[in-house]
């Protein structure tokens, strides 16, 4: 990789796992024990890994395109506009959790915000969904190009699935 964007690419790529890693702490574990941090600490990695990702998505693209111009720019397209919603949506539930605990009881904010669906991203359809389907699309074109390791294919095929 010899552009700098490239280079920057790849970083926010490794910035996104390390945040969907502690996304899934914070969801998993950390909210078992301290509600409150748990959720809030939950989406905000959300949050921020929708400003990443954006930036790895267009890094892949510049890297798998020969493999088939328009499936990657569709790719592209779904990825940076979920990227977005990623963004809001977790910014939104950070915000509104955040808000919404002043005064109150921290179990009755968790529950009230669980409620309010984000408006941008109404279940996560483009934070777990559109993503699984942008993985699924750069994994295959991944595979059909030899500018990338195959297993990086394989393993986004994988994480493909489980998204979606």
Do not use: C
Not at 123 to 138: N, P, R, T, Y
């Amino acid at each position: 990789m010899k552009d700098s964007f490239g280079k920057f690419g790849g970083l926010s790529a490794w910035i996104v796992g390390a945040l969907s890693l502690l996304y899934a702490l914070f969801f998993l574990i950390i909210a078992r024990r301290a509600e409150f941090v748990g959720t809030f600490g939950s989406w905000a990695m959300l949050a921020a890994s929708g400003i990443f990702s954006s930036a790895a998505y267009v890094a892949l693209y510049q890297r798998v395109k020969t493999a088939g111009e328009g499936l990657a720019l569709w790719a592209l397209l779904l990825g940076v506009a979920s990227s977005f919603a990623t963004l809001m949506h977790g910014g939104y539930q950070t915000l509104l959790v955040n808000a919404l605990r002043v005064g109150v009881e921290h179990t009755a904010v968790i529950e009230s915000a669980r409620q309010l669906p984000s408006q941008v991203d109404p279940a996560g359809l483009a934070s777990f969904f559109v993503v699984g389907l942008v993985a699924f699309l750069f994994s295959w074109l991944i595979l059909k190009s030899a500018n990338l390791p195959r297993g990086l294919g394989v393993l986004g095929i994988a994480n493909a699935v489980l998204l979606v």
